[in-house]
Antibody
Framework: QVQLQESGPGLVKPSETLSLTCTVSGGSINRNYWSWIRQPPGKGLEWIGYIYNSGNTNYNPSLKSRVTISVDTSKSHFSLELTSVTAADTAVYYC???????????????WGQGTLVAVSS | DIQMTQSPSSLSASVGDRVTITCRASQSINSYLNWYQQKPGKAPKLLIYAASSLQSGVPSRFSGSGSGTDFTLTISSLQPEDFASYYCQQSYSSPHTFGQGTQLEIK
């Protein structure tokens, strides 16, 4: 079955760019929606955005000016860049497949294990 | 954005209890509502999609119901492994939004 694994630095300095990669195994990265979701420590979940078929993206308006999601199908991974980070961006970042159905909406399954990114000098 | 409000925020219950968690949307979302379980230090796990469809492999003691703005997640007989946090999530419109979570604790 499809498995996802996040990777990237665990510490980013304020005002710099957070960069994470999610590697997909056990299934095709093509013709699927792939999302990033984050969770600040002790808090709830926030959807960041998705990418579909290499080019189509949709971002949460609250982060849209700072977010870029891209995909490299040859490496079977997709990536997140978040610019100008502050302490408020400290969170566990998850990647997930966003399964989409015409009749039933969409949901996140499976998820990666998550990676904690702290923003601190 | 559609606001999702869960109640209660926390709940204490015993093994064998029947438990219900409620999720209310700020506008109608038809049946585009999903439920997740999250244990400490782990990623969320999909339990229910489209308000009432049980994800493959999820025990049948979990069930979901509702449509429009009001939804419920019911656990018919709590098991020790069910003590966790639960989140609802709407997919009716972008951005997809989650409830604030319900923490289910052992009494």
């Amino acid at each position: 079955q499809v498995q996802l694994q996040e990777s990237g630095p665990g510490l980013v300095k304020p005002s710099e760019t957070l960069s994470l990669t999610c590697t997909v195994s056990g299934g095709s990265i093509n013709r699927n929606y792939w999302s990033w979701i984050r969770q600040p420590p002790g808090k709830g979940l926030e959807w960041i955005g998705y990418i579909y078929n290499s080019g189509n993206t949709n971002y949460n308006p609250s982060l849209k000016s700072r977010v870029t999601i891209s995909v490299d199908t040859s490496k079977s991974h997709f990536s997140l860049e978040l610019t100008s980070v502050t302490a408020a961006d400290t969170a566990v970042y998850y990647c997930a497949r966003q399964y989409t159905s015409t009749w039933y909406g969409s949901w996140f399954d499976p998820w990666g294990q998550g990676t904690l990114v702290a923003v601190s000098s | 954005d559609i606001q999702m409000t869960q109640s209660p925020s926390s709940l204490s219950a015993s093994v064998g209890d029947r438990v219900t968690i409620t999720c209310r949307a700020s506008q109608s979302i038809n049946s585009y509502l999903n439920w997740y379980q999250q244990k400490p230090g782990k990623a969320p796990k999909l339990l229910i999609y489209a308000a009432s469809s049980l994800q493959s492999g999820v025990p049948s003691r979990f069930s979901g119901s509702g449509s429009g703005t009001d939804f419920t997640l019911t656990i018919s007989s709590l098991q020790p492994e069910d003590f966790a946090s639960y989140y609802c999530q709407q997919s009716y419109s972008s951005p997809h939004t989650f409830g604030q979570g319900t923490q289910l604790e052992i009494k």
